[in-house]
């Protein structure tokens, strides 16, 4: 089993900055591909950006292409999304999740075997 807990979130004025980290438990971290998604209420959960297991692999949907980079440190058991230039329309709950079936960056929500319970992030205009 494999616990994700989201932090960093909050409030920030458009055009600032703000960086999510997902912290993992479990010894297997490395092995899994790991993403960022978000939802705002009453939509469905979108991805934002994705991971490989060794980080050589990234996608960015392109609402935040050149805006936001995902990262991660396997010596930490965690990810992070750093979100920069950030704007009204990115205000929602962002979650991270795990994929313990392949460390092969995954682009479908319903691969992803673990989820975080979500940080809110708000963009004030």
């Known amino acids: 089993q494999v616990q994700l807990v989201e932090s960093g979130g909050g409030l920030v004025q458009a055009g600032g900055s703000l960086r999510l980290s997902c912290a993992a438990s479990?010894?297997?971290?490395?092995?899994?591909?790991m993403a960022w998604f978000r939802q705002v209420p009453g939509k469905e959960r979108v991805l934002v950006a994705a991971?490989?297991?060794?980080?050589?692999?990234?996608y960015y949907a392109d609402s935040v292409q050149g805006r936001m980079t995902i990262s991660r440190d396997n010596a930490k058991n965690t990810v992070y999304l750093q979100m920069n230039s950030l704007k009204p329309e990115d205000t929602a709950v962002y979650y991270c999740?795990?994929?313990?079936?392949?460390?092969?960056?995954?682009?479908?929500?319903?691969?992803?075997?673990?989820w975080g319970q979500g940080t809110q992030v708000t963009v004030s205009s």
């Open positions: 479990g010894r297997t971290f490395s092995r899994y591909a």
């Open positions: 999740a795990a994929d313990r079936n392949s460390g092969s960056m995954q682009l479908q929500l319903r691969v992803y075997d673990y």
């Open positions: 991971i490989s297991w060794n980080g050589g692999v990234t």
